[in-house]
C-alpha cells in the first residue's frame, strides 16, 4: 500500500503525535551490540563508522550506553510515501525557522522527527501551526517540489 506523494496533502494531514518517552542516539565501532539493546532500538543505521542505534534513554543507561543530546520523537501520523518529494524539507525548514534543532527518519508509514527534549512542546506546536495552515490553504509551498523527477 502506496502513502501520499502530494505536498500539500501531506501537510494538511501530518497529524503530528509527541512521544514521552527520551530517546538517544547511540554509536557502536564495532557489531558487539547487546542483543537486548539491538532488539529493543526504535532505529538502526549501518554507517562507516559504525553501528548507530535510536533506542529508549532508559535502555541506554541500563546497558552502560553512552550517548549525547536526549531526544523526544514526534510521528507525523500521516502515512507518507517513501517517495514524497519536499515533506522533510518542509518539515524540518519550519522548526529551523524556529531555532529547533530536527532529525528525521523515514520509515515505510510514517516520519519521526526526533527533538531535543526542551524543545519537543514547542516544536509540536510548530508542526501543528503548520498543519492548520496547510488545511486552511495558507501554507506557502514555494521552493518545495509537488512531484517525483522534477
Known sequence: MSGITELATLLAAI???????????????????KDELLLSAAGFFKEREGITLIVARADAERHGVSFGTVMKVITLTVHSDLEAVGLTAAVTG???????S???????????VFVPV???ERALRVLQALQEEALEGRCDLAGFANHVGG
Open 118 to 120: 526542551p524543545d519537543a
Open 15 to 33: 497529524a503530528p503525535e509527541l512521544h514521552e518517552a527520551e530517546m538517544v542516539f547511540c554509536s557502536f565501532a564495532t557489531a558487539e551490540v
Open 94 to 100: 519550519r522548526l529551523a525557522r524556529h531555532g529547533i
Open 102 to 112: 530536527a532529525n528525521v527518519v523515514a520509515a515505510y508509514y510514517h516520519d519521526h
